[in-house]
C-alpha cells in the first residue's frame, strides 16, 4: 500500500502515485468503466467484441496446438524436443517485450503475429528435414508469444468487468484460447487420420487460418478497445493521460511483487501439466494397453483432445465462477504428476478401466491448468492499481510463469520420455 506524509507537496505525491506499483484489491479504478460506459459499450456492439477476443485466443493459440498435437509425427519420441521449440521463443519475446515493444502500437503488432504464424505453418509444410520443421515450430512460438504479450496487454488497457466482476476481455479471451487446443488437435485427427492427409497437406490447409486473427483484431475488438479510427501513435501501450513511460524501477518492482501470488502458480501448474502431456501420454497408453504400441500411438492425440476439453471449461468458467485458490490447484496439478509416474513405474494395472481412467485424468489435468491460467489473470488485474499503464505492463509478464513452466516441462520431457518408454 502507498504511503506518505501528509506535509508532501503534491507534485511529489502525483509522481509517487504514478511510480509506485500497488498490488491492492481495487474496485472501483478511476477509468474502471462505470455501467453507463458499459451500456454504451454494449450500444457499439460489445456482445461482438467479445466474440473478436474468443475469436483472436482462438486465431492465436490453433497453431501453437497444431504443432504439439503433430509433435509425434514431426520426431517420433521426441515430443519434448518439439515442445522446447514451441515454447522457448514464446519465453524470450515476454521476457525483453516489456523492455522494448511496450512503445509500439497494437495494430503492427497483431498483423505481425498473424503473418508470422501462417508462414510458420508454411515452413513445417515444406520442411526437408526435422532441423526445418523445428525452425517452423519456433516461429510459430514467436507469433504466440508476440500474440498472447500483446493481447494480455490490451485486456489491462480494457478494464471492462461482467456482472460477476471478473474481466469480460479475460473470460473471452480464456475462452477462445481454451477452444484453441479442440480446434488444433481436432484438425490434425480429423486431417490425419479421417481424411488420411499428410502432415505437409495438413499444415497447408491450416496456413490460411493465422491470418483471420488481425481480421476479427480490426473489425470486432478494435474499435471497441482502441476507438477504431485512432492513429497508431494512440494505439500503443504508453498511450494514456500522463505521456511518462513508466521507470525501470517501476518495472522491475512489479515483476518482483507479482511473482510469488501470481507467475510461481503459473509456473507449477504448467510445469507439471506440460511434463504430464509430453512425456507421459505415450508411456501411459503403452500401460493401458498392455504394451501395444500402434494403439497406445492411435491413443495419444485423442488424449491431448481430451486435455484440451479440460482446458476449455475451465478457460470459460471465468464468465460464471472465480476461483482465487492459485496455489492449491497448482499443488493438486502436482499431486496429478506424481500419480503419473505411479502409474507408469509400478505398471499397476491395464484393461478398458484403466483407458477410461486415463481419459478421466486428462480432463482433470486440463481443468486445473485453465483454471489457475484465466484465474491468476483475473485475480492480478483485480488487484492492480487504477495506472492503465502499469496494469498493461503487468498482465503483459504475467505470461513468463506459465511459459517458463512449459520450457521447464520440455527439457525435462525431452529426456523422461525415453527413460518411461
Not at 454504451?40 to 461482438?48: D, F, M, P
Not at 509478464?397 to 520420455?417: H, Q, R
Amino acid at each position: 500500500t502507498r504511503h506518505g506524509s501528509t506535509d508532501n507537496l503534491a507534485d511529489h505525491a502525483e509522481r509517487e502515485r504514478e511510480e509506485t506499483p500497488l498490488l491492492v484489491l481495487n474496485e472501483s479504478g478511476e477509468d474502471a468503466p462505470g455501467d453507463a460506459a458499459i451500456a454504451q459499450r454494449k450500444q457499439k456492439g460489445y456482445y461482438a467484441y467479445l466474440v473478436g477476443w474468443a475469436l483472436c485466443g482462438l486465431l492465436n493459440n490453433t497453431p501453437y496446438v497444431l504443432f504439439l498435437a503433430a509433435a509425434e509425427r514431426l520426431l517420433t519420441g521426441k515430443s519434448g524436443v518439439v515442445l522446447m521449440c514451441d515454447v522457448a521463443p514464446s519465453l524470450a519475446i515476454k521476457v525483453v517485450g516489456g523492455a522494448i515493444l511496450y512503445s509500439t502500437p497494437y495494430s503492427p503488432r497483431i498483423a505481425t503475429t498473424a503473418l508470422l504464424a501462417s508462414a510458420a505453418l508454411a515452413a513445417v509444410a515444406y520442411a526437408q528435414n526435422p532441423t526445418q520443421a523445428l525452425t517452423g515450430v519456433a516461429v510459430a512460438s514467436l507469433a504466440s508469444g508476440l500474440g498472447e504479450f500483446t493481447f494480455l496487454a490490451l485486456a489491462g488497457r480494457c478494464f471492462a468487468e461482467n456482472a460477476g466482476g471478473a474481466k469480460a476481455e479475460f473470460a473471452a479471451w480464456g475462452a477462445g484460447t481454451g477452444a484453441a487446443g479442440i480446434a488444433g488437435t481436432l484438425i490434425w485427427i480429423v486431417a490425419t487420420q479421417v481424411m488420411k492427409l499428410t502432415a505437409r497437406a495438413t499444415m497447408l490447409v491450416a496456413m490460411p487460418l493465422p491470418l483471420l486473427q488481425y481480421v476479427a483484431f480490426a473489425h470486432l475488438v478494435r474499435p471497441v478497445a482502441l476507438g477504431g479510427n485512432k492513429a497508431d501513435a494512440d494505439d500503443g501501450d504508453d498511450a494514456d493521460d500522463d505521456d511518462s513511460p513508466l521507470s525501470w524501477h517501476v518495472r522491475m518492482d512489479t515483476a518482483r511483487k507479482i511473482f510469488v501470488p501470481f507467475i510461481g502458480p503459473l509456473l507449477l501448474v504448467y510445469f507439471a501439466e506440460y511434463s504430464i502431456n509430453q512425456a507421459m501420454y505415450l508411456p501411459l497408453g503403452l500401460v493401458a494397453h498392455h504394451g501395444d504400441e500402434a494403439r497406445a500411438c492411435s491413443m495419444y492425440p485423442r488424449l491431448q483432445l481430451t486435455y484440451h476439453i479440460g482446458v476449455l471449461i475451465s478457460r470459460s468458467s471465468l464468465f460464471f465462477i472465480v476461483c482465487p485458490y492459485l496455489w492449491p490447484m497448482s499443488l493438486l496439478q502436482a499431486a496429478n504428476f506424481a500419480m503419473g509416474m505411479m502409474q507408469i513405474i509400478k505398471l499397476q494395472s491395464s484393461g478398458s478401466f484403466v483407458v477410461l481412467a486415463t481419459f478421466v485424468f486428462a480432463v482433470w489435468e486440463g481443468i486445473l491448468g485453465g483454471g489457475v491460467y484465466v484465474n491468476a489473470m483475473n485475480a492480478l488485474g483485480l488487484s492492480l492499481s487504477h495506472s492503465r499503464k502499469l496494469r498493461e505492463f503487468a498482465l503483459s509478464i504475467v505470461g513468463l510463469g506459465d511459459t517458463t513452466g512449459i520450457l521447464l516441462a520440455g527439457l525435462l520431457s525431452s529426456w523422461m520420455e525415453h527413460w518411461l518408454l
